[in-house]
């Protein structure tokens, strides 16, 4: 009787282990998509703070730092690509009275943007500026390829930064 008892028990443990190992499973992809989506619209014209939620999810320490890095990367990256596609589709629209900007507001925009260049994006983790910057590089026409290069190197930095400042408070 001890023996079958024992067995139906450990059966119920490895079953219970197993469901809350699912759970876990769950709360770690339900955070990176948190992180994921608060990414990419912090890197939109939308304003929002994905740090903190990359804070958050460093200091619970559920998941892996590189992880979490990564997640937050991609994200921000994928919202400075959309900004860059906006600008590109809303420059065709530029003489237009509903447009949000201004013809002296474009030319000066131009202006800077010719001035600094692709090495402007750089700064697009910068708050305020940032984002307007990819969205100004879509509508000069900055190739894809460069802007996506030059715009991951300056979300990664951030985010490692962040990391490294953070760290060591843990």
Same mark, same amino acid.
């Given at each position: 009787?001890?023996?079958?008892?024992?067995?139906?028990?450990?059966?119920?443990?490895?079953?219970?282990? #197993?469901q809350?190992?699912?759970?876990?499973?769950?709360?770690?992809?339900?955070s990176?998509?948190?992180?994921?989506f #608060?990414?990419?619209?912090a890197a939109?014209l939308?304003p929002?703070?994905?740090?903190a $939620?990359?804070?958050?999810?460093?200091?619970?320490?559920?998941?892996?730092?590189?992880?979490?890095?990564?997640v937050?990367?991609v994200?921000? $990256?994928?919202?400075?690509?959309?900004?860059?596609?906006?600008?590109?589709?809303?420059?065709?629209?530029?003489n237009?009275?509903?447009?949000?900007?201004?013809?002296?507001?474009?030319?000066?925009?131009?202006a800077?943007?010719?001035r600094?260049?692709?090495?402007?994006l750089?700064?697009?983790?910068?708050p305020?500026?940032?984002d307007?910057?990819?969205?100004?590089?879509?509508?000069?026409?900055?190739r894809?390829?460069?802007?996506v290069?030059? $715009?991951?190197?300056?979300k990664?930095?951030?985010?490692?930064?962040?990391?490294?400042?953070?760290?060591p408070?843990l």
């Amino acid at each position: 009787y001890s023996s079958a008892a024992s067995d139906v028990y450990k059966r119920q443990v490895k079953a219970f282990t #197993s469901q809350a190992d699912q759970v876990r499973g769950s709360q770690s992809m339900i955070s990176y998509a948190a992180l994921f989506f #608060s990414a990419l619209v912090a890197a939109t014209l939308v304003p929002m703070q994905s740090e903190a $939620v990359l804070v958050a999810l460093m200091i619970a320490g559920t998941q892996p730092l590189a992880g979490l890095l990564l997640v937050a990367t991609v994200g921000n $990256v994928l919202g400075a690509v959309i900004n860059w596609y906006l600008g590109h589709m809303l420059a065709r629209f530029q003489n237009r009275s509903w447009f949000p900007a201004s013809p002296t507001q474009v030319k000066r925009a131009k202006a800077w943007y010719l001035r600094y260049g692709r090495w402007s994006l750089l700064g697009s983790w910068l708050p305020i500026v940032g984002d307007p910057i990819t969205v100004a590089a879509g509508a000069l026409g900055e190739r894809f390829l460069p802007f996506v290069v030059l $715009v991951s190197i300056a979300k990664s930095a951030r985010y490692v930064f962040l990391a490294f400042i953070t760290v060591p408070w843990l």
